[in-house]
C-alpha cells in the first residue's frame, strides 16, 4: 500500500536561529478541522477519534466540525478536549458558516471525512487547503456524482483508506489516490486466550451499525439456515441504526441479541467464537481489524477492501448469500483448530494496522500540505 509519508517532525525546533523559524512554512501547531457529519459510533468517526487523541503530540491541534443533527438516542464517540462545532447542512446559510469558521477558528488544513463532506466544503474553502479521505464506496451517493466530482477535484490532496477505494475515486478524481490504511490501537486489542464454554452455544457475533449496507439481514437468514439444520448458534448484533426493528422482526424465533452500542469492545469480541461481516460494501473497516487483532476468526464478505485485509487469515464468502454464511460458520463450529489457526493469522495479519503509524501518515501529510502553501508566511500570521 502506498503511503504518503517523510515529512519528519511537524513540531518547530525550539533551538531554531530566529530566521530559521521565520523561513519554515509549518506553524508550530497545525490546527486541522474534521468534517463528517456527526460523531455517533462507527468506523470513521472511531477513526477521528484517535487522530484527535493522536494528534496534539504530533504537533497537531485538532477541531471538529459536524453539519448533521444527532439521532436522538445514539451514542457518540468522546474526543475529549477537543472543540466540537455543530452545524446543519440543509441551512441555505451552510456555505457561509463553514467559511467563517475556517476563518475564525484558523485552521491551516480542512480534513473532510468521506466523499459527501469533501462535495459540501468544495464551495467554503477560501484559501484554506482540503485533504479529502474516501472510507466508503458511493452506493446511494451516485445522485450526489457532481458535487462530489467537483469535491474530490478541489482538495489539495485525497487519500483512502483501502486501495479498493483508492481505484473507485481515483478514476472520478482522475488522479492517483494515496492510501492510509485504517489502524486501530494494537495494545487495547490484543490476542487473549478464550477457553469457550460447551455449554453455550457457539456465539457468532457482528460489531456494525444497523443500516442496509450491513446486510445484518443476511446474518438473521444464516441463522435461521442453521436453525433448520438442527445446529444452536447465536447471533450477538453490536451497534445501532434505522434498521433495528426490522432485524428484530426477521429474528423472531431465533436465538439473536441486539446489544445496542458497546462502550468495552475488546470485552464484547472475547466472547465471540467467530466474528462476521456481511456487508454489501466496506473500505478497510475498524470492525474486522480489531476482531483480527482480538484472535477471533473471521468470515467477511468478499467486497471493498475485505479481501486485501484479510488475505488467507479468514473467510470470504459471496456478498448476500446467507447459505453461504451458514456453511462456513457451520464448518467452524466443527473445527476447533481451524478456529485456532485462523485466529493466530488474523491476529499477525493485525499487526501491520497500527493507530500510531495512521496517525503519523496523517500528521505528516498535514505539515506536506501546510509546507506546500502558496503563502506559509500568510498562514503563520493567521496564528497570531
Not at 84 to 89: A, H, K, Q
Not at 122 to 139: F, R, Y
Not at 227 to 247: M, Y
Not at 311 to 324: C, I
Request: net charge positive; with cysteine.
Amino acid at each position: 500500500m502506498r503511503v504518503r509519508r517523510a515529512v519528519g517532525s511537524v513540531l518547530a525546533d525550539e533551538g531554531a536561529h530566529k530566521a530559521e523559524r521565520e523561513n519554515d512554512p509549518r506553524p508550530v501547531m497545525i490546527r486541522v478541522a474534521h468534517l463528517l457529519p456527526t460523531m455517533e459510533i462507527g468506523g470513521r468517526e472511531r477513526i477521528v477519534s484517535d487522530l484527535c487523541r493522536t494528534g496534539p503530540s504530533l504537533g497537531i491541534d485538532p477541531v471538529l466540525i459536524t453539519y448533521d443533527p444527532p439521532t436522538e438516542g445514539y451514542s457518540l464517540i468522546d474526543a475529549p478536549g477537543v472543540p466540537v462545532i455543530g452545524l446543519d447542512r440543509r441551512d441555505s446559510a451552510f456555505p457561509d458558516r463553514l467559511r467563517t469558521i475556517l476563518e475564525k477558528q484558523k485552521i491551516h488544513v480542512l480534513h473532510a471525512q468521506g466523499h459527501i463532506s469533501a462535495a459540501l466544503a468544495a464551495g467554503s474553502l477560501g484559501h484554506v487547503p482540503m485533504l479529502a479521505t474516501m472510507h466508503i464506496a458511493l452506493g446511494s451517493g451516485w445522485r450526489w456524482l457532481v458535487p462530489i466530482i467537483r469535491g474530490l477535484r478541489a482538495a489539495e490532496r485525497l487519500t483512502a483508506v483501502s486501495e479498493d477505494l483508492a481505484r473507485r475515486y481515483g478514476y472520478l478524481a482522475r488522479r492517483q489516490i494515496e492510501v492510509i490504511p485504517t489502524g486501530i490501537d494494537l495494545g487495547h486489542f490484543s490476542p487473549s486466550p478464550r477457553c469457550r464454554d460447551t455449554s453455550t452455544p457457539f456465539t457468532v457475533g457482528v460489531a456494525a451499525r444497523l443500516h442496509p449496507v450491513k446486510r445484518l439481514d443476511d446474518a438473521v437468514a444464516a441463522m435461521r439456515v442453521l436453525k433448520g439444520r438442527g445446529l444452536s448458534c447465536r447471533l450477538v448484533i453490536a451497534g445501532e441504526g434505522p434498521c433495528r426493528r426490522h432485524i428484530e422482526t426477521l429474528a423472531v424465533g431465533l436465538d439473536v441479541e441486539l446489544r445496542g452500542a458497546v462502550m468495552d469492545m475488546p470485552e464484547f469480541l472475547r466472547s465471540l467464537d467467530v466474528f462476521l461481516l456481511p456487508s454489501d460494501h466496506e473500505g478497510t473497516p475498524a470492525a474486522l481489524l480489531e476482531a483480527m487483532a482480538i484472535g477471533l476468526p473471521c468470515i467477511a464478505t468478499r467486497v471493498g477492501g475485505m479481501p486485501a485485509l484479510l488475505g488467507s487469515a479468514g473467510v470470504l464468502v459471496p456478498r448476500r448469500d446467507p447459505h453461504a454464511i451458514a456453511d462456513e460458520v457451520q464448518h467452524l463450529l466443527g473445527n476447533p483448530g481451524r478456529r485456532l489457526d485462523l485466529g493466530k493469522a488474523a491476529a499477525q495479519r493485525a499487526m501491520s494496522h497500527s493507530m500510531t503509524y495512521q496517525a503519523r501518515a496523517y500528521a505528516d501529510l498535514y505539515a506536506l500540505i501546510c509546507a506546500c502553501g502558496s503563502n506559509p508566511r500568510a498562514m503563520r500570521q493567521r496564528d497570531a
